[in-house]
């Protein structure tokens, strides 16, 4: 396969939101991920686009901190008739089920206040060990939790810690 052939890294993470008040409510909010585009498209060329005819799609897109060419686009369809996906059991992964990841340095305070929020976790903040390479090129303890979305989409927030021989 030619270089020109290959896809660059992912750009873009796409949820097309029950409800998009919600999703903020948690991505900007909680996450404290910033808005960088907010708008409204209609139309045959959108309504292509998600195989529809027409529709009516409103578009946000946040990113955290400064941008670094990903975007987190949460997506909210109207003036169309769609199914909805069930969402998974939860406190079970399922196969096929997607996460998103995200890395912050204090996953207990963020914990807690996704717990007050009432949010549901797949697992609770855990550490466990990693070796050189693994990802970072240092040995160190990542610090790992998992949570649901309104959309019943899993988000995994992690954070590292270098070995103190390692720093």
């Known amino acids: ?30 996450l404290g991920l910033t808005i960088v585009d907010d708008k409204t498209l209609a139309g045959p060329a959108i309504g292509r686009m998600v195989g529809l005819e027409t529709c009516r799609l409103r578009i946000v897109h946040l990113r955290a901190g400064e941008y670094d060419g990903s975007l987190n ?4 369809l109207t003036e169309a008739e769609l199914p909805q996906t069930q969402p998974p059991t939860k406190g079970q992964l399922h196969l096929g089920q ?10 207990a305070v963020l914990a807690e206040r996704l717990a007050v929020a009432g949010y549901y976790f797949l697992a609770q903040p855990t ?16 610090t790992e939790m998992i949570f649901y979305d309104p959309d019943g989409v899993l988000v995994s927030v992690m954070g590292f810690r270098p070995n103190a021989m390692s720093v």
Request: overall charge negative; glycine content about 6%.
């Open 98 to 107: 997607t996460a998103i990841v995200s890395h912050s340095d204090d996953a």
């Open 127 to 142: 550490d466990y060990e990693t070796h050189a390479g693994e990802p970072t090129g240092m040995p160190g303890t990542i």
């Open 73 to 76: 686009g949460l997506y909210s």
């Open 1 to 30: 396969m030619s270089p020109s052939e290959k896809i660059t890294a992912f750009a873009r993470t796409a949820i097309f939101c029950r409800d998009i008040d919600k999703s903020l409510a948690l991505y900007r909010d909680l």
